[in-house]
């Protein structure tokens, strides 16, 4: 395998940042739960409902405007249509946090599992991102720190769940409302460096197995200018 010598192609943590939507998708993001929230408390779940989804329409609508991607726009909405639905369902307001509650659950044991017989997600998630092929799985430092990213991610997932489950029987819809706020952009950006971190260690580790013993040295000293430049 040769990696590519493109800098285009390097990821940054602003380019991550960028990439999770930055502010602008911390507040599409929460512009309906929040409104959904309020109006549930003041006005009862069905015109919960429809504020929710008129501020996900919206919000869908303005994307469309400023020519944004249009994959986050329309699942975005999808995932506002989807949990309004599941909450009017079941006749209360806290079922809106039910599909975020089981899907946490669910990421958490499939990243768990993929710890535990050592074919860890994120390192597979980027291969298929990058376009690159699975030599990374003959490198034990490679392996270990899609380990350490993909263990980041579980115990993300675990804590959503965890916390947003105990305030679910506890029926504190507003309290759930604000950890999902809490614990969704900034801890899927926290676990997000740390992935970018485990992608560095990898590179670093097939620049060092590719090469010639003469040239590792060497390898690593551009890696160190790299870094400071980053």
Do not use: H
């Not at 369902?89 to 768990?112: D, R």
């Amino acid at each position: 395998m040769t990696l590519p010598q493109n800098g285009s192609r390097r990821t940054s943590p602003d380019r991550l940042l960028a990439q999770l939507g930055g502010v602008s998708g911390l507040i599409y993001s929460s512009l309906p739960v929040v409104v959904f929230v309020a109006v549930s408390g003041l006005f009862g779940l069905l015109p919960a409902v429809a504020s929710a989804m008129g501020v996900a329409a919206l919000v869908l609508v303005w994307r469309l405007i400023r020519r944004e991607s249009t994959q986050p726009a329309f699942s975005g909405f999808f995932g506002v249509a989807v949990c309004a639905l599941i909450a009017y369902v079941v006749g209360a307001s806290k079922g809106y946090f039910l599909l975020g509650i089981w899907t946490s659950l669910l990421w958490a044991v499939l990243f768990a599992v993929s710890v535990l017989i050592r074919r860890p997600v994120v390192g597979y998630a980027w291969s298929w991102a990058s376009g690159r092929d699975r030599a990374w799985r003959g490198v034990p430092r490679a392996v270990y720190a899609f380990d350490i990213a993909t263990v980041c991610w579980t115990l993300v997932f675990a804590a959503r769940f965890v916390v947003q489950r105990l305030l679910y029987e506890a029926d504190q819809t507003g309290w759930l409302a604000a950890a999902r706020i809490a614990m969704g952009w900034p801890l899927t950006a926290l676990a997000a460096l740390v992935t970018y971190a485990a992608i560095k260690v990898v590179l670093r580790a097939l620049a060092g197995r590719e090469l010639p013993d003469g040239d590792a040295t060497a390898a690593t000293e551009l890696d160190n200018a790299d870094t400071i430049r980053d």
